[in-house]
């Protein structure tokens, strides 16, 4: 449970019980309801984090609603938050903060394509091994508060728990045009444990390529 959820949800309670001291229990369910409704929104599940190498996993809980070149060299995912899904954020990658940069904007729908540029948001760059992986916390209709607990220099376990974004909202991650995305458009993704691509796929297959022609050319 995240600690926002208490400090919603406390009020809301004490609010239940003078109304129903003062006017009767049926006046309490709607602060009841409301109460539980933040306590449940906040939730924090743990996660099995992926321990397969050069992963990048998936920064929140959503749905894949973009894969696709944002230029020649990289490519981005979009993870579209409902008010339903789990709004804590986690680390992409394992590696060190390079540069978090807060961005005021508007709050347009986050399934709009505009978003990504116009809407309020947190970019944040992380590095490990010479390869960048870039995450945005993007507001939405509702979301009016982003969070991120860390700052650049710090470093960043894969998976690890960072912030989160309240309420509806969106998450894009760009990477290396060369890696290899394994989600697609409409998949259901999980933040921490669910991979969306592997660093350097490219280099590994060029890698195993030419020892198998140095092994074929050995044989000659």
Known sequence: M??????????????AGLLAWLLGPAWASPALLFAAFFLWFFRDPERQIPSEAGVVVSPGDGRVTDVSPLNSQSTRISIFLSVFDVHVNRSPIAGI?????????KFLNAMSSACADQNEQ???????DGQQVV???????????????FKVGDRLERGQRVGLI???SRVDVIFDSSAEVRVKVGDRVKGGASVL?????RTRELAVAGASQAREGSRG
């Open 2 to 15: 995240v600690a926002d959820g208490y400090y919603y949800a406390l009020p809301l309670v004490a609010a």
């Open 97 to 105: 903060v390079r540069q978090v940069q807060y961005q005021e904007g």
């Open 122 to 128: 947190n970019i944040v760059t992380v590095e490990s």
């Open 135 to 149: 995450f945005k916390q993007i507001a939405g209709l509702l979301a009016r508060r982003i969070v991120f607990n």
């Open 166 to 168: 309240k309420f509806g």
């Open 197 to 201: 691509a592997c660093l350097g796929a």
